[in-house]
């Protein structure tokens, strides 16, 4: 429009009314300034409305449009700024009230131990006080271990390379299916027989074990398979211990992991390092027993395989079976952290996402 239309001050205010909006810090500035220029009296519109009706009436027409249209970008400017200085003040409002001067300032983040990890220490610490401790194997093992020493056969299908991950070029060494290779080294460290003509078994009485760690096989990743996972192995080797004390064993570790409520099931399975053979189920905590895409709709969830260790595997490590017996068995990490965290997707515990891990405490 014709600015120069206008009285001078008007003029040089409308020239500055941005600055003079940018400078308003609170309401109260910009309720000044609005006052200012489109008040109801002695503003800078008033003024202008004034101006209007004196003016002679050819220039009316002109002048007023001018003074609408002034008027209104004063109108909107202002209504911006109003709602930004709105928006600042709720926020300046929600920080106060967060701020809590009792709260000490953060500390830094700690790290911790990964739940599967918690989840393996408290299965050892379980079976602890029945006399158990820990014994390691290699994660690279030979067939010999992986295998042949448990009696498995040169044409059973887990030994095929569509199951198993073997090293190129590295004859016999492959990375273990499962974590029983250990009872083969255990058994034939314990079966030597050292200057004095005793084996280590023949001096202790007895050996109990437990091997933790990581085992791989080739499935594909879905919700309850991995190409690598945890197994927890558990095995006694004493006279006379029969499946009755693998079924107490297997009783008390359940309700010590599960709570006294859990409910679990012994069924007849096979091994070929174990007979009889058997595995543990524990009714799906996810779905109750009614089904689910987890329990494959049985209602049950397998979490381990055991059973009397084989005379064979005892005789392959210089163990006479006559004299000595045991039983052993194989727990799935995952399944149990599963179960017992409720979690229906395994693939959480690997893809290491603070916000899941840290409500994983309960598997402490
Ligand atoms: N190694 C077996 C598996 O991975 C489990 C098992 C362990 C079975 C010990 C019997 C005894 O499936």
């Known amino acids: 429009m014709e600015l120069s239309l206008l009285p001078n001050d008007i003029q040089e205010a409308h020239r500055d009314f941005p600055a003079s909006l940018a400078g308003c810090a609170d309401l109260d500035a910009l309720m000044r300034l609005k006052g200012a220029f489109v008040g109801r009296d002695g503003s800078h519109a008033a003024r202008l409305m004034d101006l209007l009706k004196a003016a002679p009436k050819e220039q009316k027409r002109e002048l007023g449009a001018a003074v609408n249209t002034l008027k209104q970008q004063w109108e909107e400017a202002l209504k911006t700024r109003q709602g930004e200085l709105e928006q600042a003040r709720q926020r300046d409002a929600a920080l106060a009230k967060a701020w809590d001067p009792d709260l000490p300032p953060p500390l830094p983040t700690r790290g911790a131990l990964h739940p599967l990890n918690r989840l393996m220490e408290r299965m050892v610490d379980v079976?602890?006080?029945?006399?158990?401790h820990v014994e390691e194997g290699p994660?690279?093992?030979?067939?010999?271990h992986n295998f042949d020493g448990l009696n498995i056969p040169q044409d059973h299908p887990a030994r095929g390379?569509?199951?198993?991950?073997?090293?190129k070029g590295q004859d016999g060494l492959l990375l273990r299916t499962h974590t029983s290779p250990v009872q083969v080294r255990v058994l034939r460290r314990i079966g030597a027989r050292g200057a004095d003509?005793?084996?280590?078994l023949e001096r202790s009485g007895g050996i109990r074990f437990l091997a933790p760690g990581r085992v791989y096989r080739k499935d594909e990743i879905d919700p309850t398979h991995s190409p690598m996972f945890h197994q927890v192995e558990g095995m006694i080797v004493g006279k006379g211990i029969g499946m009755h004390h693998l079924k107490g064993t297997l009783a008390y570790a359940m309700?010590?992991?599960?709570?006294?409520?859990a409910d679990v099931r012994f069924r007849p399975s096979y091994f070929p390092f174990v007979e009889p053979g058997a595995e543990m189920d524990v009714r799906c905590p996810l779905c109750g027993g009614a089904g689910c895409r987890v329990?494959?709709?049985?209602?049950?969830?397998?979490?381990l395989g055991a059973g009397l260790l084989h005379p064979n595997i005892l005789a392959m490590a210089g163990i006479d079976p006559a004299v000595w017996?045991?039983?052993a068995f194989g727990m799935g990490v995952e399944r149990t952290a599963m179960m017992v965290s409720q979690t229906p997707d395994l693939r959480l515990f690997f893809e290491n996402d603070q916000r899941f891990l840290k409500t994983m405490g309960g598997l402490d």
């Open 197 to 200: 003509g005793l084996s280590e």
């Open 127 to 132: 079976f602890r006080p029945l006399g158990y």
């Open 255 to 261: 309700k010590a992991l599960f709570g006294p409520g």
């Open 295 to 303: 329990c494959k709709s049985s209602g049950w969830v397998e979490l």
């Open 161 to 167: 390379s569509a199951d198993t991950f073997y090293f």
């Open 139 to 144: 994660e690279a093992e030979t067939e010999a």
């Open 325 to 327: 017996s045991g039983f």
